[in-house]
């Protein structure tokens, strides 16, 4: 299944398992229409030391310490899409986002992947938020 471009110019690109993958532009984009929510599946010491989304939903798929998963993931994803609209997963890297979002669509919910995450790819001094990503990007953001 293709995906026609979108009027802001980015395209959703086909995945396995979950709905597809999405620039954070076009979820900041989905998220403003109102046609989406922003879910934030970080752990909670992570949107508090490295900053947050305001407005998004904090559900995450993993807990600190010990990256234990959430037993309360199922329920709080659920809930949130009860209103029907796209579940747009964010992570730090845009790899648990994947695993968020490929649960979700088992659960039979509509989920996309936002490429990038939050603070991007480590760059050659393994420092992030240089190489893309959320914050990178210019997008709504802040720290506590």
Request: proline content about 6%; some cysteine.
């Amino acid at each position: 299944m293709t995906t026609p471009p979108t009027s802001s110019g980015f395209d959703v690109q086909p995945a396995s398992g979950y709905a597809g993958d999405i620039s954070p532009q076009l979820a900041w984009a989905w998220v403003q229409s109102g046609e989406a929510l922003l879910v934030d599946v970080r752990t909670d010491a992570e949107r508090a030391w490295v900053g947050f989304v305001p407005g998004a939903h904090a559900l995450a798929w993993k807990q600190w310490p010990g990256m234990a998963m959430n037993p309360e993931f199922d329920a709080g994803i659920q809930s949130l899409a009860a209103g029907g609209k796209k579940l747009l997963m964010l992570c730090r890297s845009g790899v648990r986002s994947i695993a968020a979002a490929q649960r979700a669509n088992e659960l039979g919910l509509q989920a996309y992947n936002i490429l990038e995450g939050f603070e991007g790819d480590p760059d050659g001094h393994a420092h992030r938020g240089l190489k893309g990503g959320w914050r990178f990007r210019g997008l709504p953001w802040q720290q506590s």
